[in-house]
Each structure stands twice: as structure tokens, then as C-alpha cells.
């Protein structure tokens, strides 16, 4: 079992439309969350981050963390094409010093005009 | 604001050859890490250092070694390339205990390709 799990997609949303992006983790001593975003050959791009339970909005993204079922979401309203991405889940799986942050596998996004 | 630099942003070369990536991370970050991206792959830790020290180690080859200078950039050095180590190579810093939450950011990458 992989320390972050993603569906791989990829997952296709009309655009205008809610998105929905899920991850679990396995280590229940994970402390801060991320969501980055990743176009085809550039790197990582940080979209939002989380520490806390409970829901995180910034403008379009909002991330939901419930620690208690070890799941992290990534929801994006009004859904535009370039929006189109691999998203990846990220986990810091110990708030120890020079932590290294494990990601899942990405799920590919594909907004539809 | 300053990110995290990278260089060569491409390189080429042969199988058996020596390959050096080179690091600058944001400024006041004292952390680095090295990631592999191969493609279609999520990207695999290599390799970080905290204050100039190595603070984990992760699925790096024997053939790789990394380190961090006084300066905190880092360099990445690879030799008997194979073809396999044909990837994009992640840099990214973060600054311990900061308010952001230990929030890595990533450079534009690298891009190796090994012929």
C-alpha cells in the first residue's frame, strides 16, 4: 500500500463544473497537507496546503482534511480548461526536523469545454 | 519573489558519463530536496539536507551523490549514467519552522536525457 493514494484518473469535468479530487494517507502522524498542481514536463506548482481539520477556501480551490479518516480533497469550482492538470496530493508524513514530503501517484484532470 | 534555481535547465549526455544538476534554493530556506520525475511517473525524494547536512535519504543510487554547500545551494552528481536516469530532476527548498508550515516549493526542474 502506497503512503498516498490518489485515482489516477484521468477525471473528465465539464467546464463551469465542480471538481473533486480525493487522497488518503496511511500515517496517522501526518501534520500539513498540500495540493499541487503539475502541467505536462514543468514542475510542481503549490495550489493549497492544510494543517488543520476542516475546510480551507481560496478563491476557486477549497481543501477539506479530515485527520480522523485520513483523507484529503481538493475541490475546484467553476472548473476552467486551464485547469487541466495532474494534481498531486502531498504529505508530510512526520513534522520532524528536514521532514520529506511524499506525494501520491496524481490524478489527471481533463476539463471539457 | 525569489524561487528556487536550477541548472542546466537541459542536458545531454552519454551513457557512462558524469552529469552535475546545481541548486539555489529561495533565499533564508535551509532545507533542500531532490526529486526524479520519470515520465508519466509522480515524482520519487531522492535525497535532502537540512543546515548543510543530509537529513534523509531516499530511493538515490549508489551511483548519485548530493550535497549542500555554505552557501546552502546544492549540487547533484551522477555518474555511469544509464539510461534510466533519463528524467526530470526536482529541486526544492523550504525553510524549517517557518509560519508557512515547512510549505516545499519546487524549482522549473531539470531535464537529463541520457543517449
Known amino acids: 500500500q502506497k503512503e498516498v493514494e490518489q485515482n489516477s484518473g484521468p477525471l473528465s469535468v465539464p467546464e463551469g463544473a465542480i471538481a473533486s479530487l480525493n487522497c488518503t494517507y496511511s500515517?496517522?502522524?501526518?501534520?500539513?497537507f498540500f495540493w499541487y498542481r503539475q502541467y505536462s514536463g514543468k514542475s510542481p506548482e503549490l495550489i493549497m496546503s492544510i494543517y488543520s481539520n476542516g475546510d480551507k477556501e481560496d478563491g476557486r480551490f477549497t481543501a477539506q482534511l479530515n485527520k480522523a479518516s485520513q483523507y484529503v480533497s481538493l475541490l475546484i469550482r467553476d472548473s476552467q480548461p486551464s485547469d487541466s492538470a495532474t494534481y498531486l496530493c502531498a504529505v508530510i508524513s512526520r513534522y520532524s526536523s528536514a521532514s520529506k514530503i511524499i506525494f501520491g501517484s496524481g490524478t489527471r484532470l481533463s476539463i471539457r469545454p | 519573489a525569489a524561487g528556487v534555481i536550477q541548472s542546466p535547465r537541459h542536458l545531454i549526455k552519454e551513457k557512462r558519463e558524469t552529469a552535475t544538476l546545481k541548486c539555489y534554493p529561495i533565499p533564508r530556506h535551509d532545507t533542500v530536496y531532490w526529486y526524479q520525475q520519470g515520465p508519466g511517473q509522480d515524482p520519487q525524494f531522492l535525497i535532502s539536507f537540512y543546515e548543510k547536512m543530509q537529513s534523509d535519504k531516499g530511493s538515490i543510487p549508489d551511483r548519485f551523490s548530493a550535497q549542500q554547500f555554505s552557501d546552502y545551494h546544492s549540487e547533484l552528481n551522477m555518474s555511469s549514467l544509464e539510461l534510466g536516469d533519463s528524467a526530470l530532476y526536482f529541486c526544492?527548498?523550504?525553510?524549517?519552522?517557518?509560519?508557512?508550515?515547512?510549505?516545499?516549493?519546487f524549482g522549473e526542474g531539470s531535464w537529463l536525457t541520457v543517449v
Open positions: 500515517d496517522r502522524g501526518s501534520q500539513s
Open positions: 526544492a527548498s523550504s525553510q524549517w519552522g517557518a509560519s508557512s508550515g515547512n510549505t516545499i516549493y
